[in-house]
C-alpha cells in the first residue's frame, strides 16, 4: 500500500464549498469550465505561436525569447511532477469522497501541486517576457485554469496556489537567465539554417 497524504485538513472545508457550488449551479456554466479545465491549457499554446510571430518581426533576439516559452514551461512541468512524487498527496476527491464534475483519478494520481495550474503559471510568465500585452491575457487565463482545477473537483485550493507559485518562479528565473543569453544565442542561430525562425525573411 503506497502511504500518501491526506490535504483536506488544509483547506477541504473550502474545497466543499466549491464543489457544492458547482454541483447546484448552472449546466451551461458548469460545461463550460469543464471545458476550459480539460482544453484550455491550448490557449497558451496559441499565445505562444502568436508571440513567436511578431517576435520574428522584431528581430533574432526575440524570436530566441519568444521561442524558449515552450521549453521554460517544460521545465515547469518536470519541476511540478518531482514535487507531486515527492509529496504523493492523494486527490481531495478520495480523501473527502465528494461527488466532482471531473472523474476522480486513480489513487496514486497525486494532487500537489496542480499541473494544470503550473503549466499554466509558467506559460503566462514566460510570456510576459515577450509580450505584456499577450503575457497579460495569458496571466487571465491562468488564474481561470487554476481556478476550474477546485471547481470540477481535482484539486484543492492549495494545490492550484502551488502550482502557481511553481510555474511562475520556475518560468521567472529560467526566462531572468535567458535574457542575459538571449543576444548571444541570436547572434549563433542567425548564421545557421534556423535563420528563418528568427526573423522574416
Given amino acids: 500500500m503506497i502511504i500518501a497524504l491526506d490535504g483536506s485538513p ?12 458547482a454541483r447546484h449551479s448552472p449546466v451551461w456554466l458548469d460545461d463550460t469550465v469543464s471545458a476550459w479545465s480539460t482544453y484550455g491549457l491550448a490557449l497558451f499554446a496559441v499565445l505562444m505561436a502568436v508571440g513567436w510571430w511578431h517576435a520574428r518581426r522584431v528581430g533574432a533576439t526575440a524570436s530566441v525569447t519568444a521561442l524558449a516559452v515552450p521549453f521554460v514551461v517544460v ?30 483519478p486513480a489513487p ?22 515577450v509580450s505584456r500585452r ?21 484539486h484543492y485550493p492549495h494545490d492550484v496556489l502551488a502550482g502557481v507559485v511553481v510555474g511562475a518562479l520556475a518560468a521567472f528565473l529560467v526566462m531572468s537567465a535567458l535574457r542575459r543569453r538571449a543576444e548571444a544565442a541570436a547572434l549563433r542561430l542567425a548564421a545557421t539554417r534556423l535563420r528563418p525562425l528568427l526573423v522574416v525573411s
Fill in 134 to 154: 499577450l503575457g497579460a491575457v495569458a496571466v487571465v487565463a491562468a488564474c481561470a485554469m487554476a481556478a476550474s482545477r477546485v471547481w470540477v473537483g481535482a
Fill in 75 to 104: 521545465v515547469a512541468f518536470g519541476v511540478d511532477a518531482v514535487l507531486k512524487l515527492l509529496v504523493r498527496e492523494d486527490r481531495p476527491c478520495q480523501s473527502l469522497r465528494v461527488t466532482t464534475l471531473e472523474a476522480c
Fill in 108 to 129: 496514486g494520481d497525486w494532487s500537489f501541486p496542480s499541473n494544470h495550474a503550473a503549466i499554466a503559471a509558467a506559460a503566462a510568465v514566460a510570456l510576459l517576457f
Fill in 10 to 21: 488544509v483547506d477541504g472545508p473550502a474545497y466543499t464549498d466549491v464543489v457544492n457550488l
